[in-house]
């Protein structure tokens, strides 16, 4: 591996082998979403919790400030919507001298294994590791379901994680599940969990990440399940716990009572 791809992959996956990325791209296909309306707001009380920012550039360049010290995740897939005819019809939307020109860390791109557009989100991934490997430029694949979310179990996510790897991607983000050993011994390469729409409570989110991360991911890329919170800044403290400091699941709990008490100042997201 050469430097620039070793020193992007540091810059993502702390020297613990862990990360936690904060995914803001929700827009590309559902427009101003809950609590996502003015991403720089949603950002500022949990970004320094989080080891990268995934978004795409139209966001970037509009509203997060160019002296953001965390590494960005450039989304490059898309050109679909919530109220199109199939989320899975997307293409590469970004050039690689965009990439560049934004100096991404990495770049992620959706993949919907088993849809009408299997080949051609396949070959998205495909052609874009073959552009951003002659830069050292990792690519995060995303295993995607679009609406079909009764799909996330761990035979399908298996398989599109393998494949995803098989095809380039240096990283692998895709959903949690029970059996999620499964996925992970199957993928050569990391995995990260997203979280998919928001859970009933706070604790469910620090169960499902803290069983992710006993069967062998390195951590997470979730979104909803921390800026939809009524309290933020306290799940994303939880989690940083649970991620980086080895925490289990009550004292994931106890640091997110404490945040959200008060304690330490309010944290309530405001409306
Ligand atoms: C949306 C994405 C998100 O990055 C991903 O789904 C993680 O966010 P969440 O935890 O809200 O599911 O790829 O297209």
Redesign the pocket.
């Known amino acids: 591996m050469d430097w620039g791809m070793k020193n992007r992959l540091s810059q993502l996956i702390q020297p613990d082998g862990h990360c936690f ?1 904060l ?4 827009g ?3 427009g101003p979403t809950s609590c996502l309306e003015k991403p720089q707001e949603t950002i500022k009380p949990i970004i320094g919790y989080c080891d990268a920012l ?1 978004v795409t550039r139209g966001v970037l360049r509009s509203v997060i400030p160019a002296d953001l010290n965390k590494p960005i995740i450039l ?1 490059v897939s898309g050109g679909t919507s919530m109220v199109g005819k199939d989320l899975a019809n997307e293409d590469v939307t970004t050039s690689i001298e965009e990439i560049i020109r934004l100096n991404a860390s990495a770049v ?1 791109v ?1 993949v919907f294994v088993g849809s009408e557009y299997e080949h051609q989100t396949l070959m998205n991934l495909s052609k874009l590791v073959n552009s951003c490997e002659n830069y050292g430029i990792p690519v995060m694949a ?1 295993t ?1 379901v679009g609406k079909e979310l009764e799909k996330r179990d761990a035979r399908y996510l298996a398989l599109s994680c393998r494949i995803a790897a098989e095809l380039g991607a240096r990283v692998v ?1 895709t ?1 949690w599940c029970e059996n999620f050993e499964k996925v992970v011994c199957g993928c050569p390469v990391p995995v990260v ?6 859970c009933e409570t706070e604790k469910e989110v620090f169960e499902f990440v803290y069983d992710g991360m006993q069967k062998g991911a390195i951590g ?7 800026w ?1 919170s009524e309290h933020p800044q306290a799940v994303a403290a939880g989690l940083q716990a649970i991620i980086h400091k080895g925490a289990d699941v009550k004292k994931a709990s106890e640091i997110f009572q404490e945040l959200k008490n008060g304690r330490k100042g309010s944290t309530k997201r405001k409306k």
Not at 220 to 226: A, E, K, P, S, T
Request: charged share 15%; proline share 7%.
């Open positions: 990325f995914p803001i791209d929700h590309y296909f559902q995934f989304r992620g959706s995303v995607a983000k959903y969990m997203a979280g998919g729409p928001k997470i890329n979730l979104g909803r399940n921390v939809q």
